[in-house]
DNA sequence: TCTGGGGTCCTAGGACCC
DNA sequence: TCTGGGGTCCTAGGACCC
C-alpha cells in the first residue's frame, strides 16, 4: 500500500505562510523571467486560469487587477519543503520525496484505522508546525495514489485531507469517473490518441487489451494500465540515488546579440552546474553546452544547436567544467542571430569514489578539490558567488526580469530569519 | 511588449562487428 | 549483377512528469 503525500498548491501555500493577507485572493506564482503561471491558489483555479499560462494571457481568463502575481522564490519554497519532509520523516518509513512538493512512502501502520488516525494528524501537524496544507492519498499502486490524493485535496471536508482507494469496488468507481487525460502518465499526445480510439476513461483504458496498450504505445504504458489494475510496477523509479544529469539554464531577459554576454552566462551556468555535482559527490564525464533563439519572435532568424563534448577525466570541478562549456559554446556560436537562452548540461555522471584518472592528464586533481571546497566555503559563508570566474563579473546583461518579487518589510525580515534557522 | 526550468524513461535508427 | 542474420552500442528525439 503505497501512500502520496502533496502539498495543495504548494509555491502560493508558501507565499501565504509569510503573508496571510494573500489568503481568500486569487495569487499565482510566475515562473523565471515572470513568464508563466507555475502555482496557482484554488480561487486562480476556479477563475480558470491554466498552468502554464503565460503572465500576460492572464486577462483572457478573469480580471487580471483581481490576481496577485509574484515571481518565484524558489529558495524559500525549498526550505519549506525540507520542514514538511522532515516532519514526515518522524512518522513513516522509506519517504522517496518525488519532487519539491510531494513524497511517496509505504504504509506504515497494517491496522487502516490506525494508520489513518496517525495520517490524519499528521496533516494538521504539518498544517500547525509548517502553515502548508498537504493531502494524502493511499493506494495499492502509485498511480492510483496519485488519483486517491487527487480525490483527498479536491473532497476535503469529507476526507480530513486522507483518502483510501483500497477496495477493488471503490477502485472500479473512481476509475470509471477519471478522464483519461487525469491518469498519471498519459500526457496530451497520449490522450488525444486514446480518445482516437473511444478511450475516454481510465476505466475504459483498463479493459484494454495490455498487448494492445504495448504494441499500439510502449512498455511505459503497459506499466500505467497494470498500476491502474492495482498492480505495483515501481513507476516513478522511487530509489533515484543520485541524478544522471544535471543541468542549469536560463531564458534571458532579452534576446542578446553580443558573444561575450552569452558566454558570461554561460560560466555561470557551468559553474553552478559544477557546485552541484560537487553538492552530491558526483563527477560529470561529458558537458553539453547549448543556446537558443527566441522561437516566439517570427521576425527574427531562429538558430538553435548544441555541442556535448567528453572530458578526459570526469569531473566536478569549476574550471574544467566551466573550459568544457566555453569550448562547446565555441563550436556552436553564430554571429548574427539572436539568443534567448541558453544552458550547461552535465552528463555520464558518476559517483566521484569511481573516478578513473587519467594518466596524461596534468591537473592535480587533490589540489583542485581542496581549491572548490575553499571556493564552496566561502561562497557558503557570504552568499552565493561571492568568488567566481572572472567571466562571471559581467552579470547582468542576462540576468532575468523579476517585477513580482514579494519584499514587504516584514516578510522579508522572517524570510532571511527562517532561511538561516 | 510579455511564453520556465529541471528532470526521467523509452524507442528507432545508424554504425559497427562477426 | 547478385549481397544474410544477428548482435551491441550509441545518439537523437519524443513523450511524460512537477
Same mark, same amino acid.
Given at each position: 500500500?503505497?501512500?502520496?503525500?502533496?502539498?495543495?498548491? /504548494?509555491?502560493?501555500?508558501?507565499?501565504?505562510?509569510?503573508?496571510?493577507?494573500? +489568503?481568500?485572493?486569487?495569487?499565482?506564482?510566475?515562473? +523565471?523571467?515572470?513568464?508563466?503561471?507555475?502555482?496557482?491558489? +484554488? =480561487?486562480?483555479?476556479?477563475?480558470?486560469?491554466?498552468?502554464?499560462? %503565460?503572465?500576460?494571457?492572464?486577462?483572457?481568463?478573469?480580471? %487580471?487587477?483581481?490576481?496577485?502575481?509574484?515571481?518565484?522564490?524558489?529558495?524559500?519554497?525549498?526550505? @519549506?519543503? &525540507?520542514?514538511?519532509?522532515?516532519?514526515?520523516?518522524?512518522?513513516?518509513?522509506?519517504?522517496?520525496?518525488?519532487?519539491?512538493?510531494?513524497?511517496? /512512502?509505504?504504509?506504515?501502520?497494517?491496522?487502516?484505522?490506525?494508520?489513518?488516525?496517525?495520517?490524519?494528524?499528521?496533516?494538521?501537524?504539518?498544517?500547525?508546525?509548517?502553515?502548508?496544507?498537504?493531502?494524502?492519498?493511499?493506494?495499492?499502486?502509485?498511480?492510483?495514489?496519485?488519483?486517491?490524493?487527487?480525490?483527498?485535496?479536491?473532497?476535503?471536508?469529507?476526507?480530513?485531507?486522507?483518502?483510501?482507494?483500497?477496495? %477493488?469496488?471503490?477502485?472500479?468507481?473512481?476509475?470509471?469517473?477519471?478522464?483519461?487525460?487525469?491518469?498519471?502518465?498519459?500526457?496530451?499526445?497520449?490522450?488525444?490518441?486514446?480518445?482516437?480510439?473511444?478511450?475516454?476513461?481510465?476505466?475504459?483504458?483498463?479493459?484494454?487489451?495490455?498487448?494492445?496498450?504495448?504494441?499500439?504505445?510502449?512498455?511505459?504504458? =503497459?506499466?500505467?494500465?497494470?498500476?491502474?489494475?492495482?498492480?505495483?510496477?515501481?513507476?516513478?523509479?522511487?530509489?533515484?540515488?543520485?541524478?544522471?544529469?544535471? *543541468?542549469?539554464?536560463?531564458?534571458?531577459?532579452?534576446?542578446?546579440?553580443?558573444?561575450?554576454?552569452?558566454?558570461?552566462?554561460?560560466?555561470?551556468?557551468? =559553474?553552478?552546474?559544477?557546485?552541484?555535482?560537487?553538492?552530491?559527490?558526483?563527477?560529470?564525464?561529458?558537458?553539453?553546452?547549448?543556446?537558443?533563439?527566441?522561437?516566439?519572435?517570427?521576425? @527574427?532568424?531562429?538558430?538553435?544547436?548544441?555541442?556535448? @563534448?567528453?572530458? &578526459?577525466?570526469?569531473?566536478?570541478?569549476?574550471?574544467?567544467?566551466?573550459? *568544457?562549456?566555453?569550448?562547446?559554446? +565555441?563550436?556552436?556560436?553564430?554571429?548574427?542571430?539572436?539568443?534567448?537562452?541558453?544552458?550547461?548540461?552535465?552528463?555520464?555522471?558518476?559517483?566521484?569514489?569511481?573516478?578513473?584518472?587519467?594518466? /596524461?592528464?596534468?591537473? &592535480?586533481?587533490?589540489?583542485?578539490?581542496?581549491?572548490?571546497?575553499?571556493?564552496?566555503?566561502?561562497?557558503?559563508?557570504?552568499?552565493?558567488?561571492?568568488?567566481?570566474?572572472?567571466?562571471?563579473?559581467?552579470?547582468? =546583461?542576462?540576468?532575468?526580469?523579476?517585477?513580482?518579487?514579494?519584499?514587504?518589510?516584514?516578510?522579508?525580515? /522572517?524570510?532571511?530569519?527562517?532561511?538561516? @534557522?
Amino acid at each position: 500500500m503505497y501512500g502520496l503525500v502533496d502539498c495543495n498548491n /504548494f509555491f502560493v501555500s508558501c507565499e501565504r505562510v509569510f503573508d496571510p493577507r494573500l +489568503n481568500g485572493k486569487m495569487v499565482v506564482v510566475l515562473s +523565471n523571467n515572470d513568464g508563466c503561471v507555475i502555482a496557482r491558489s +484554488n =480561487e486562480a483555479k476556479a477563475a480558470g486560469i491554466p498552468m502554464g499560462c %503565460p503572465a500576460f494571457k492572464i486577462k483572457e481568463h478573469t480580471d %487580471p487587477r483581481q490576481v496577485i502575481q509574484l515571481s518565484a522564490r524558489h529558495i524559500l519554497y525549498r526550505d @519549506l519543503s &525540507d520542514r514538511v519532509m522532515n516532519i514526515l520523516m518522524q512518522e513513516v518509513e522509506n519517504l522517496q520525496q518525488y519532487s519539491v512538493d510531494e513524497a511517496f /512512502f509505504v504504509l506504515p501502520h497494517e491496522d487502516v484505522e490506525t494508520s489513518h488516525r496517525i495520517m490524519a494528524e499528521l496533516v494538521t501537524r504539518i498544517r500547525q508546525y509548517v502553515g502548508i496544507p498537504v493531502s494524502i492519498g493511499f493506494a495499492p499502486s502509485r498511480t492510483l495514489a496519485k488519483i486517491a490524493n487527487h480525490i483527498a485535496k479536491r473532497d476535503r471536508r469529507i476526507t480530513d485531507g486522507v483518502y483510501w482507494l483500497v477496495r %477493488p469496488e471503490a477502485i472500479d468507481i473512481i476509475l470509471r469517473r477519471t478522464a483519461i487525460e487525469d491518469v498519471w502518465g498519459i500526457g496530451r499526445r497520449l490522450a488525444a490518441s486514446l480518445k482516437s480510439r473511444g478511450i475516454k476513461t481510465a476505466a475504459d483504458f483498463v479493459r484494454m487489451p495490455p498487448s494492445l496498450v504495448r504494441s499500439l504505445y510502449s512498455v511505459t504504458l =503497459e506499466r500505467t494500465q497494470r498500476e491502474l489494475m492495482g498492480h505495483d510496477c515501481q513507476i516513478a523509479n522511487p530509489v533515484t540515488i543520485a541524478h544522471k544529469t544535471i *543541468m542549469t539554464s536560463r531564458t534571458f531577459g532579452k534576446v542578446l546579440t553580443d558573444r561575450d554576454a552569452v558566454a558570461d552566462a554561460i560560466v555561470s551556468f557551468a =559553474e553552478r552546474t559544477a557546485r552541484q555535482l560537487r553538492d552530491e559527490n558526483s563527477v560529470a564525464g561529458s558537458i553539453m553546452t547549448y543556446v537558443r533563439g527566441d522561437y516566439f519572435r517570427k521576425d @527574427l532568424p531562429f538558430y538553435s544547436n548544441s555541442c556535448q @563534448l567528453r572530458l &578526459d577525466t570526469p569531473s566536478s570541478d569549476t574550471m574544467t567544467i566551466a573550459r *568544457m562549456a566555453l569550448k562547446a559554446f +565555441n563550436n556552436i556560436w553564430k554571429d548574427g542571430f539572436g539568443y534567448r537562452k541558453a544552458g550547461v548540461m552535465a552528463l555520464d555522471i558518476q559517483h566521484n569514489s569511481g573516478i578513473q584518472l587519467n594518466v /596524461f592528464d596534468p591537473d &592535480d586533481h587533490g589540489k583542485f578539490r581542496r581549491l572548490m571546497t575553499s571556493i564552496d566555503d566561502i561562497n557558503n559563508k557570504y552568499g552565493k558567488r561571492s568568488i567566481k570566474l572572472a567571466p562571471g563579473v559581467l552579470r547582468g =546583461e542576462w540576468a532575468a526580469n523579476q517585477s513580482h518579487l514579494h519584499t514587504g518589510s516584514k516578510t522579508l525580515l /522572517f524570510f532571511t530569519g527562517m532561511v538561516h @534557522l
